[in-house]
């Protein structure tokens, strides 16, 4: 089978940007007083931008940090409400709303890492060595990530005081193919990162800080960087992702239905038995591992490989 080496054998990321009206800025602003988070927005007017490949997804990341009203999100925007000229951030009903974004998959992913310290031998002096080395400590919770090219941007907080001891990044990158939430969840929480921003409707803050009054720490330096590997594009075919938990709704004594309660993805008995995948996965770890090359990392990779299928209900925990 070809190997798939062009950016423009994939379908191109789109990504859903919010823009506030004037004066509400979707970043922090830093002043003598203290720090203000992003400011409250109701209503939004919207876009869609593909990015083909990593180069596109650097200069939209890099146009976007200088977009203090712009946030992105990673939902769609329903079809429903396309001809508004206005919509809210709504991934469900709410107050006789209704939701404006739907979960249709997304190819680009934000990892937010903020409670890693840094080592004593780097600081944000050297941005860029801090980034590569934050990097690699993510990469250990999810070995797919090592070979994937990467754009790092320094979080708004970074270097601030009281903070100037943490790894505070963020990170955007390509999949090969759109990931729904529930995926993409997987992927934040094996790594450490924020999970929120698996939600459609989360806001993805971009923008660098703003800084009123006040020294910023980073001026200067870097704030947005790469780490170029051999991958632009996540290979989601080495994750065994679990599958999808559906919530249902129990029924009251008067029929109606009360409030979801999730559903267990895996009851004990489903944990009994390994399935064919399960198998087949099982019986291709075991041949890598025969071959005996790079045993230490390989041990590793199939491990967590096999976490996930088992944490899928694939594999039997017995």
């Given amino acids: 089978m070809k190997q798939k080496t062009h950016s423009e054998e994939y379908q191109p990321a789109k ?3 919010l823009e506030a009206r004037p004066g509400r800025i979707q970043t922090k602003r830093f002043h003598e007083g203290g720090v203000d988070n992003s400011s409250r927005a109701r ?4 876009e869609e931008r593909e990015v083909s490949d990593f180069e596109d997804l650097l200069a939209l990341i890099s146009e976007l940090s200088q977009s203090v009203q712009k946030v992105a999100v990673s939902g769609s925007v329903k079809e429903e409400v396309r001809h508004h000229k206005k919509i ?33 031998h780097l600081d944000w002096g050297d941005p860029q060595a801090l980034a590569e080395w934050t990097w690699r400590n993510i990469c250990h919770g999810l070995p797919a990530l090592k070979d994937l090219s990467v754009v790092w941007q320094a979080s708004s907080s970074a270097a601030t005081a009281g903070k100037d001891h943490l790894a505070k990044f963020h990170f955007y990158c390509l999949a090969d193919r ?49 780490i170029r590997k051999e991958q632009e594009r996540l290979d989601t075919s080495s994750i065994a992702f679990p599958k999808e938990v ?3 709704k129990r029924q009251t004594r008067n029929g109606k ?16 038995i390994t399935t064919k995948t399960g198998e087949a996965q099982l ?11 790079d045993r ?16 899928a209900g694939e594999i039997c925990e017995g």
């Fill in 88 to 120: 809210r951030r709504l991934a469900k009903p709410r107050n006789g709303a209704n939701p404006t974004l739907e979960d249709l998959g997304c190819s680009w992913l934000h990892f937010d890492i903020d409670d890693v310290e840094r080592p004593d």
């Fill in 283 to 293: 019986s291709k770890s075991c041949a890598k591992l025969a071959r005996g090359t």
């Fill in 178 to 226: 759109p990931l729904l939430a529930h995926e993409r969840h997987h992927l934040f929480e094996q790594v450490g990162s924020d999970e929120s921003l698996a939600r459609i409707a989360q806001p993805n803050y971009i923008a660098a800080p703003v800084f009123d009054g006040v020294p910023d720490p980073l001026e200067g330096t870097p704030r947005i960087g790469i």
């Fill in 257 to 272: 239905p009360s409030k979801s309660l999730p559903s267990k993805a895996n009851s004990s008995s489903a944990k009994t």
């Fill in 246 to 248: 559906k919530r249902s």
């Fill in 43 to 46: 209503n939004f007017t919207f």
């Fill in 15 to 17: 990504f859903t940007i």
């Fill in 296 to 311: 230490n990392t390989s041990i590793y990779n199939e491990s967590q490989l096999i976490g996930g299928f088992v944490s």
